[in-house]
């Protein structure tokens, strides 16, 4: 039998004293703080994976382009049929390979004027992306022999232009120092939420156009698209294309063409760390505060013990039980709070956000239950850890303090 778990149930089991608003004070800070570790991090993380996707689903995981574009809208053309294709297509960690071309240009409406990029597409595009983020019409077809003279464009230049589905637009190119016009029907409207990045700036349509534009035959593209199956392979698999492709091309990670972005969302893993650290310090010390109430008010409870021969470990053991179960009480709690209002978030989107300026209509949640797993394990080590130091009280009270005491 377990006697110092019998008697650290005896308190639990007994606990009426004036412990007990300062215990149940414990209890809540435990709950409370785990809660908001738990929300911080589903939060945290699910803006950068809403985010991140939104960013990859535009432009890919890696590009390839010729080595001399220096991030160019139009630069060199490149012949899509390339010996390392197949070397890839064999890779695990690659889904799908796609050709693009852009070019820039000006829509001109009756009323007005705006300034885009286009971005043409071929048949091999990937429409998964889009799909989600269509809000009106439908993503165009893009056939090798038949140019479509279809063209998706975003709310932010159908509100500007005052363009709706199924209305036509000129665009406006510069080849060779000339005026160059393009025709195309409005077949669907899309928004991502990233205005100044995308949505002010990118529009849709069959690379056939920019081919035609730029004289090429149709075999020459601007690059390739990768997409992967894993974004946290983007690194090695990054370096896996650059060493398949050869000197004349080269590969850029997703996080290297958007370098600014992608370092404001990895600079949120700082905030999230620095409130998860808070929150677990203040549990532990609520827990120590409780600690030091409960021994204090068993002081004659210890001195007994002691009297009739049990050790000081055995007794700080009892107490290090008691407090294993306050601190197990909180933790329960406060999963049950934190993990609720994560689903409520997640199902029905309770608190909205600018989407112009976070990017999102809402507040986005990454449920991962591994997370939770290891802000509990977390939590508990650090506050059991730190109820050992003040636990040696009991080691400085003996049976003649004790009976003085009571």
């Known amino acids: ?63 390839i382009s010729n080595y001399d574009n220096n991030e160019s809208y139009e630069g060199t053309p490149i012949n899509r ?6 070397v890839l297509n064999k890779n695990p960690s690659i889904r799908h390979i796609q050709c693009f071309a852009t070019k820039a240009g000006i829509i001109k409406t009756k009323d ?27 993503p165009f077809i893009v056939s090798d022999s038949v140019k479509s003279d279809k063209i998706l464009i975003s709310k932010y230049h159908s509100e500007k232009l ?24 409005v077949c669907g409207i899309y928004e991502t939420g990233l205005g100044e990045m995308f949505d002010q700036i990118y529009v849709l349509a069959d690379i056939a156009h920019i081919q035609k534009l730029n004289g090429w035959n149709k075999d020459s593209i601007g690059g390739f698209e990768i997409l992967l199956n894993d974004y946290k392979k983007l690194e090695t698999a990054t370096a896996y294309v650059n060493g398949a492709i050869g000197f004349n091309f080269i590969a850029r990670s997703i996080k290297d063409i958007n370098r600014p ?6 600079a949120q893993d700082i905030n999230a760390v620095v409130v998860i650290l808070l929150m677990a310090l203040v549990a532990a010390i609520n827990m120590i505060s409780a600690l030091l109430v409960l021994i204090l008010e068993r002081t004659s409870m210890i001195g007994t013990l002691k009297a009739i ?21 909180g933790m329960l709690y406060g999963n049950i709070l934190g993990i609720s209002i994560c689903l409520l978030q997640k199902h029905f989107h309770l608190v909205s956000l600018d989407e112009s300026t976070y990017y999102l209509s809402s507040i986005p949640i990454n449920f991962n239950l591994l997370h939770i797993l290891f802000l509990n394990a977390g939590t508990f080590i650090l506050c059991f850890v730190m109820l050992i130091i003040p636990s040696y009280i009991i080691t400085y009270i003996t049976p003649v303090k004790a009976m003085k005491f009571s």
Do not use: C
């Open 112 to 138: 007005e004027l705006q300034g885009v990029v286009v971005k043409g597409i071929g048949s091999d595009f990937d429409w998964n992306f889009f799909k989600k983020n269509i809000i009106a019409g439908k």
């Open 309 to 329: 021969g049990m050790k000081n470990w055995s007794v700080r053991k009892v107490f290090l039980y008691n407090a294993s179960y306050l601190i197990g009480k």
């Open 81 to 86: 049929h390339q010996s390392f294709i197949p």
């Open 162 to 185: 005052k363009l709706k589905l199924n209305d036509s637009l000129i665009i406006y190119f510069i080849q060779n120092q000339q005026q160059r016009a393009r025709k195309f029907v």
């Open 1 to 63: 039998m377990n006697t110092e778990f019998f008697i650290s149930k005896k308190i639990i089991s007994g606990n009426k004293g004036f412990s007990k608003p300062i215990v149940n004070i414990a209890i809540l800070g435990i709950s409370l703080g785990l809660a908001i570790m738990i929300l911080t991090l589903a939060i945290v993380t699910g803006f950068q994976k809403e985010i991140r996707d939104k960013v990859i689903g535009f432009g890919s995981h890696i590009q």
């Open 261 to 266: 972005i992608f370092s404001w969302l990895d």
